[in-house]
């Protein structure tokens, strides 16, 4: 039989009050992003009291333990977390450029699978989630691995010229984007990528949450292209941290034709 805890949180945490103050907080969340009750820093705090400093696998755990028994949080989690690092198995890039930082449990994951040599720059919207992920990956051993740069592709061109004068974003030189901040910028901010000629043929672009909450456009634009100047293979999953609302994340193959 299932304890209480399994109810009321792996399956269903619909059913805990940390699930239900971010549906009370949602125009906050989608506007500030972050859930308004301090749970950001409380993570922070949790990990560097619980998870063994320098071990970015203890800071994973940790962070799944925290969001599985305390507060519910917006990270990929960890089944979409287990594509997502299949993803960049399968990539191997050397740049990986993400959007949506949040407190870094993504870029913690995808540091303990990249190549040695291997840099994320993730940028993130919220000075206070860059500093909350900062501090994580500070303590899991991997902040030299990871740039996170505050600002967003759509503020007119400042933040995309900082990340090609000062972060190495430049002309063919990302190899693996992850998709993970406001659900509506997905296809904005992609074209503004391809519009900077930031990816070569062979560049991969992982999305989450393109079924819920859902991005449409992206997902649109990603069939329209099919076998033109993407290749996508789309995953079923489900909602970070549940198993009741299903979700899918794509990753796409750019392929323009030559020329
Ligand atoms: C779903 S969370 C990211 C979760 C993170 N990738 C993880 O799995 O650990 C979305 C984040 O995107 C940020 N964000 C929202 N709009 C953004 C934008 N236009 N550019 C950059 N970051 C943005 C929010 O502040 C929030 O921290």
Known sequence: ???????GGRR?????????????????????????D?????????VVRHARAGDVDDAIRVVDEFCYTRSY????????????????RRASPRLVLELGTYCGYSALRMARVLPA??????????????????????????????????????????TMDALEQQHGVTTGAVDLVFLDHDKDAYLPDLQRVLARGWLHPGS?????NVRLPGAPEYKAYMSGEEGRT??????????EYQSLLKDLVLESTYQPAPG
């Not at 040599?117 to 909350?132: C, G, I, K, M, Y």
């Open 12 to 36: 269903l945490p619909f059913l805990r009050w940390s699930f239900l103050r971010i549906l009370v907080g949602m125009k906050r969340l989608t506007t500030e992003w972050q859930v308004g």
């Open 1 to 7: 039989m299932n304890s209480l805890t399994e109810i």
């Open 117 to 158: 040599h291997a840099h994320t720059v993730s940028l993130e919207f919220n000075p206070d989630n860059a500093r909350v992920a900062r501090r994580l990956l500070e303590h899991a051993g991997v902040a030299d691995r990871v740039t996170v740069v505050v600002g967003t592709l759509g503020d007119g061109g400042r």
């Open 204 to 208: 991969v672009v992982v999305a989450d």
């Open 230 to 239: 993407w290749r996508t293979v789309e995953h079923e999953a489900h909602l």
């Open 38 to 46: 301090g749970r950001e820093d409380a993570l922070a705090e949790h």
């Open 73 to 88: 949080m917006m990270n990929v989690g960890d089944e979409k977390g287990a594509l997502l690092d299949a993803a960049v």
